[in-house]
């Protein structure tokens, strides 16, 4: 799973949809309207799925209009203890829980002064399907705004939980009353937690003084484990059937802290606490991670998603991002946490990477879906993952290369401790790094910021005197880029040398002195550049399949419910704006008449493979063959038996991408079918008959 920051994604941008922010700040000078203190005094009561909200607001200004849901009731307001009146200006109603917009009508300013303005309403939220959803092939998690059952509770600012004046950023206390054997979580730090015996309950109090962003609210019965390490309250509250993996977070995260306070000096907050979550989320919130309790156990969450998450509370909860200028957080995040995992264990492991972040854009992002990166705000769909995430994270690897590690690493540290709590544009990070670099990055920012293309080169060798070599650098996009492209020289000895030159025309030539005859001639061989890759250094995955806007599903199975079940949630793991898929359950007649004109997943029973149709493509295939009941991988030599495997192979056949998947039953296909929403990176699969992976990869570069 990777997951997205939801402050960076889902809560600010559907806030700013609703609520109507007064302001979006750029500098700190233009920051200075008043921050609103919100002292909350709360009643949580999950059996009657109910929470009393008393809010007494704290602010320079009186609100003209609050934002409140509408799933309320007995709702006062009054101001210096006198209530008033209120009329509603607005709201709507629909299958989740909404907002709705009151006006407080006040009376003259020569009765009362601004300020002190106490709202109080029981909410009851409609009920929300948290089950459905979920995390599929775009990683994007099912997204609710408030529930409240026995279950666990869940308050997202989408539901304006709490009264909302139109604030940016806020302060909180709060006083919450919850079942004795319930804790609570939400931004901020705890202080203190007591049993009430008179009352039988528990009552947490909360203290946030830092300006933040809305904070959602999180109930459950959890069991904590905590420790301090670097001034730093690490904490997992965990459903106690996880308890036993809190120690392993633990230590992960102390390993997390050693990379990030040893890098940026500072931890931004108190506290970071791995909160488990009874419906599937992967969110990142300022001091907590809340994470569906199903993948707690998984060992990549540990390895890379909770230090992801832990990151971004640098960028995105501190260090805040403004929305309408663009969101650099997520690459940001990624380019310092997943990928910056792999360049620990290896310069293999981290070129592996930014191939895998070139492949997943090529596979996805096309001229009907492209836009540029100014334009991220949060990924909905593989296109804008690869767009937000992937290519931003290459960007911030190019800006590195640009201009030298000790100026980029300078730069992140100003950003992360000078612009806390201030929103910040790619303008902002922009002049950041032109302070630290004593020199103008404009061209860098505009051409990757505001254009859609990425560098598309291809190089040439021209007849050169003795002891040089003539090289042609063409840039195949309407405007050239300037970069400096590395190219790795072959001699005819077989011996090796990478060079690095300056483009920045269309179309320009190189002479450079030589030891000996070169032969051949690689651009950027270790994929350091934001490029489009060649077909050879492309080969088909499940995400050249994926990443296509037609689709076919054809099955040589019988129909069945269960396959029909099975194929259909494949079906919904295709981003959208794809065209509706079709699914054919062929007759062996049938699919030799196939047309193999959009992309397809074949659903193949292995005792069938001498249909021609079959028979063409396994014929045409050079990285895999079928034989003797087995499927071998050509590369690798491993074979795997089809009477106890299901294999899963990727091709191209005249420029449409067909998978394969190849299994000996009915019911290992249908298991099969539904874990391909996971994949994506691979051109192989091999499951045995359980459904468990044996095997995987992709199909050997060619250059």
Request: with cysteine; glycine share 6%; hydrophobic share 40%.
């Amino acid at each position: 799973m990777k997951k997205r920051h939801f402050f960076c994604q889902l809560q600010m941008v559907t806030l700013i949809a609703l609520l109507s922010f007064s302001f979006i700040a750029t500098t700190q000078a233009e920051q200075t309207l008043d921050i609103v203190t919100h002292n909350l005094k709360l009643n949580l009561i999950p059996s009657a799925k109910t929470i009393s909200v008393i809010d007494e607001l704290e602010l320079g200004f009186r609100p003209e209009t609050v934002t409140i849901p509408i799933s309320i009731s007995s709702l006062k307001i009054s101001i210096q203890g006198v209530a008033i009146s209120y009329q509603r200006e607005s709201g709507t109603d629909n299958s989740n829980n909404s907002v709705q917009t009151i006006r407080p009508l006040y009376p003259s300013k020569d009765q009362l002064k601004n300020g002190s303005v106490k709202i109080s309403y029981l909410f009851a939220p409609k009920d929300e399907d948290y089950n459905s959803g979920g995390m599929g092939h775009n990683n994007i998690s099912n997204e609710i705004s408030a529930t409240i059952s026995s279950v666990g509770v869940y308050l997202a600012p989408l539901s304006a939980w709490y009264p909302m004046v139109g604030e940016d950023f806020a302060r909180f206390n709060i006083e919450l009353r919850l079942p004795a054997a319930w804790s609570s979580m939400t931004s901020g730090n705890l202080k203190h937690s007591v049993l009430d015996p008179t009352r039988g309950d528990k009552i947490e109090v909360w203290e946030n003084l830092d300006p933040t962003e809305p904070i959602h609210l999180i109930a459950n019965n959890f069991k904590i484990k905590e420790e301090f390490y670097r001034g730093v309250l690490l904490q997992t509250y965990f459903h106690p059937e996880l308890a036993e993996h809190s120690d392993s977070y633990l230590t992960k995260l102390r390993e997390y802290l050693d990379i990030y306070v040893g890098y940026f000096g500072v931890y931004p907050y108190q506290k970071f606490a791995v909160v488990s979550n009874f419906f599937s989320t992967g969110y990142g919130m300022a001091g907590y991670t809340l994470l569906d309790k199903n993948i707690i156990p998984y060992h990549f969450i540990v390895d890379t998603s909770l230090g992801h998450e832990l990151l971004h509370n640098y960028w995105g909860n501190s260090v805040y991002v403004d929305w309408k200028r663009g969101n650099w957080c997520e690459g940001l995040t990624v380019f310092q946490a997943d990928y910056l995992y792999e360049e620990i264990k290896g310069a293999k492991q981290a070129m592996e990477y930014r191939l895998n972040s070139l492949r997943q854009y090529q596979n996805s992002v096309t001229i009907s879906n492209v836009f540029p990166v100014r334009q991220f705000v949060s990924r909905f769909n593989s296109s804008s993952r690869a767009i937000g995430y992937g290519k931003v994270m290459m960007i911030f690897h190019m800006l590195k290369q640009e201009i030298g590690t000790i100026a980029f690493d300078d730069s992140l540290k100003e950003l992360a401790l000078n612009r806390r709590y201030l929103n910040n544009s790619w303008e902002d990070l922009q002049a950041i790094f032109e302070r630290h670099h004593g020199d103008s990055l404009n061209y860098f920012f505009q051409q990757w910021i505001e254009r859609t293309e990425n560098l598309k080169l291809t190089a040439s060798l021209e007849n050169a005197p003795a002891g040089k070599v003539k090289l042609r650098i063409k840039q195949h996009t309407a405007k050239p880029f300037t970069a400096t492209i590395p190219l790795q020289l072959t001699y005819s000895s077989g011996a090796n040398s990478t060079i690095k030159v300056k483009i920045s025309q269309k179309n320009q030539l190189f002479q450079v002195p030589t030891d000996g005859k070169v032969t051949q001639v690689v651009i950027d061989p270790y994929f350091n550049l934001m490029r489009d890759l060649t077909d050879g250094e492309n080969p088909s995955t499940l995400s050249r399949f994926w990443g296509g806007q037609q689709f076919r599903y054809v099955t040589t199975f019988p129909t069945s419910k269960m396959l029909q079940a099975a194929l259909t949630k494949a079906q919904e793991a295709h981003q959208s704006g794809a065209d509706p898929s079709e699914t054919i359950f062929a007759s062996t007649t049938e699919l030799a008449q196939l047309k193999l004109d959009r992309n397809i997943l074949l659903v193949v029973d292995q005792h069938q493979l001498a249909t021609p149709l079959l028979q063409k493509l396994l014929i045409q295939s050079r990285q895999f063959t079928v034989r003797d009941g087995k499927v071998i991988i050509k590369s690798s030599g491993q074979e795997f038996e089809l009477d106890k495997h299901s294999a899963l192979l990727a091709l191209n056949y005249q420029g449409e991408q067909v998978t394969l998947l190849l299994s000996p039953t009915q019911e290992a296909a249908a298991t099969v079918l539904g874990k391909l929403p996971h994949y994506g990176k691979y051109s192989f699969l091999i499951f045995n008959l359980e459904g468990r992976k044996q095997a995987g990869g992709i199909w050997s570069i060619v250059r």
